[in-house]
């Protein structure tokens, strides 16, 4: 009996002291270093709006596209100019983006308490159907930053066409702590 009591303090031990290494653990900045990303100064709207709006802990960030740190966007439509793979690459590079802009808006990064919506947009032929894949490189960045706090509801949807021809567009829906 003693030693399974043992064994219970055990446990509770270390999943109470794992979760809280979790918690402190969690540096999206850090892990943007380990992967190798370097955030860029956002884009400036080139008309009537701004790039994000906080209204209580909600942020919505307006619609981003794949700029390369270039600053030369990654163009063309899915199912005819651009792979899945190609597709997928330009939705992660308008993640590294719209995370630049959660950064100015936030200055730390670890305010993010989740990643909450995203509406992924995907300049594709008519019979393309795999939207999907090509946003999961946007998904997939916000999880590997952000941990499971970037695990987001989502629609990847496909449009006839978007501002400059670029390969896909996003919005998202950020909460953050006071």
Same mark, same amino acid.
Do not use: A, M, N, T
């Given at each position: 009996m003693k030693a *399974?009591? *043992?064994i219970a303090s055990i446990l509770v031990f270390t999943t109470f002291s794992a979760l809280a290494q979790n918690e402190t653990g969690y540096d999206p900045e850090a892990?943007?270093?380990e992967l190798g990303i370097e955030l860029s100064e956002p884009s400036a709207p080139m008309a009537n709006y701004v790039n994000a709006v906080r209204t209580g802990n909600l942020i919505f960030l307006s619609g981003k596209g794949p700029t390369k740190t270039?600053?030369?966007n990654i163009t063309g439509k899915l199912g005819a100019?651009?792979?899945?793979e190609e597709g997928y690459e330009a939705a992660r590079v308008t993640g590294i983006n719209q995370i630049?802009?959660?950064?100015s808006e936030l200055g730390d990064l670890k305010k993010v308490k989740r990643i909450v919506k995203v509406r992924g947009m995907v300049n594709a032929v008519p019979d393309f159907t795999?939207?999907?894949k090509v946003i999961n490189g946007y998904s997939d960045l916000m999880v590997a930053?952000?941990?499971?706090?970037?695990k987001h509801a989502r629609a990847a949807v496909g449009m006839g066409s978007l501002p400059g021809n670029i390969a896909v567009e996003v919005e998202m829906?950020?909460?953050v702590e006071d």
């Open positions: *399974l009591s *043992l892990r943007l270093l270039d600053g030369k100019d651009l792979s899945i630049s802009v959660l950064k795999d939207q999907p930053v952000f941990g499971e706090r970037g829906v950020v909460e």
